[in-house]
């Protein structure tokens, strides 16, 4: 078995967000023009940027003793929603249309997010420099794909997309998504579905894929209320996958949240479903960087497969 490439990835091309500071088990971070305060269990060192920057701030996530419950606390009038943009490496660059750019509604959820994990940025760069290399639109599916910014980004590129979320509320969030990105013309198929029951029709009507992403939550439902939970699930969903993929396929990429997994062992899972084809497993963290002190935050564990 090959060794797995260790590495970190850092999601360094945004304009749009940043990493202001972090310490004392929070994060604040900018989503546009707002700054925000979210839990960050793992930032156990001290905040750098003096009181007042975090006084500054928007909006204040208290959690609730359970792992997912709180509620956002409002300290600055905010918008319900508002825009952000990312642009995607594609060569040659972004027409003056935009097309090159993912354009996107923001706004506090429930359940702490945003609508946008920024540090995903770099399987969006990554998926975009394989599919542009290809002479024909590749195949390839989102699963968990939340507000669809992945689904766009292979989209832009050139890749016919299949994108399976649980939830319909976050598929026409997807959809906005995609018209905001000047992107309505581009081959996306929306499905509201569970995502391993979905592949597992994908692999019955013989479908095959030369492109697979997924972000699989925690613990999850899927829309008949289909249990998600990651280490009972994810093995059987990756195999599942590796069914459905091309001859020849371009990548297979995982990202794992909020879990005590360590990349090394996510990584050599890949390596292992993976084994028949010739390619290279990379795996590690996936982190942002403070702009206060340089500090690194690892946000989750990735590990994929490229051709
Ligand atoms: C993007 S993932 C979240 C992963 C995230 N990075 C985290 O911290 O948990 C969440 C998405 O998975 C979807 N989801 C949850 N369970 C699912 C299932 N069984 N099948 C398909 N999608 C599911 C949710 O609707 C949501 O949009």
Sequence with gaps: MPPTHFSLLEATRWQDYELLDSGDGLKLERFGAYTFIRPEVQAMWSRSLPQKDWDAAHAVFQPTAEESGGHWVVKKKIPDSWQMKYSLPL?????????????????????????????????????????QKENQPPNVLNLFGYTGLASLAAAAAGAKVTHVDA??????????????????????????????????????????????????????????????????????????????????????????????????????????????????????????????????LSQAVYARWSK
Excluded at 100 to 125: C, I, K, N, Q, Y
Aim: aromatic share 8%; with cysteine; glycine share 8%.
């Design 91 to 131: 060569t040659p660059s972004p027409s003056p249309t935009g097309r090159g750019e993912l354009r996107f509604t923001v706004m506090t959820t429930p359940g702490r997010h945003l609508g946008v994990f920024p540090e995903v940025a770099s399987h969006w760069d990554f998926m975009v420099d394989l599919v």
């Design 167 to 296: 939830s319909k509320k976050s598929v026409s969030w997807a959809r906005e998504n995609q018209q905001l990105s000047g992107l309505s013309d581009k081959p996306i198929r929306w499905v509201v579905e569970d995502a391993l029951k979905y592949v597992q029709r994908e692999e019955k009507r013989g479908v095959k894929y030369d492109g697979i992403i997924l972000d699989p939550p925690k613990f999850g439902r899927g829309p008949k209320g289909e249990v998600w939970e990651i280490y009972k699930s994810l093995p059987n969903l990756l195999e599942t996958c590796r069914a459905v993929l091309s001859d020849s396929p371009l990548f297979l990429a995982v990202t794992v949240y909020a879990v005590k997994a360590s990349a090394i062992h996510v990584g050599q899972t890949l390596e292992e479903i993976m084994k028949k084809y010739k390619g290279t497993v990379e795996s590690g963290e996936m982190v942002t960087r403070e702009t206060s002190a340089g500090r690194l």
